[in-house]
């Protein structure tokens, strides 16, 4: 698995990660709001999905909220159910409304 890259215009960005095999890479994408980060999708192409790939960009994004100080609001539902599948994670989900 490649490294990720990150790709930060500051009202909107994404994580990736290049999938050996595809020539699209796994995603995660956001739109900023204030000082959080709306979360609205993940992507991970077919022969590489159950690979943990898309969790890996999610754990980058919470570690990245941790360090950089914003909160996250789990739109898409996959990262949704991470977060509640990760209750360590609270500290970095935003208090308002996707």
């Not at 698995?1 to 994404?14: C, K, L, P, V, Y």
């Not at 994580?15 to 796994?26: C, L, Q």
């Not at 994004?61 to 914003?70: E, K, L, Y």
Request: aromatic share 8%; proline share 6%; glycine share 6%.
């Amino acid at each position: 698995m490649s490294e990720i890259a990150r790709n930060d215009e500051t009202t909107h960005g994404n994580y990736r990660i290049e999938v050996e095999g595809s020539d699209r890479p796994a995603e995660l994408t956001w739109q900023a709001r204030g000082e959080a980060r709306i979360v609205d999708h993940t992507f991970t192409p077919p022969a590489a999905r159950g690979k943990g790939i898309a969790f890996k960009l999610v754990e980058a994004v919470v570690a990245d909220a941790r360090a950089q100080g914003f909160t996250i609001v789990p739109q898409c539902p996959y990262v949704a159910a991470q977060f509640r599948k990760h209750p360590e994670w609270a500290d970095v989900r935003a208090q308002i409304e996707s």
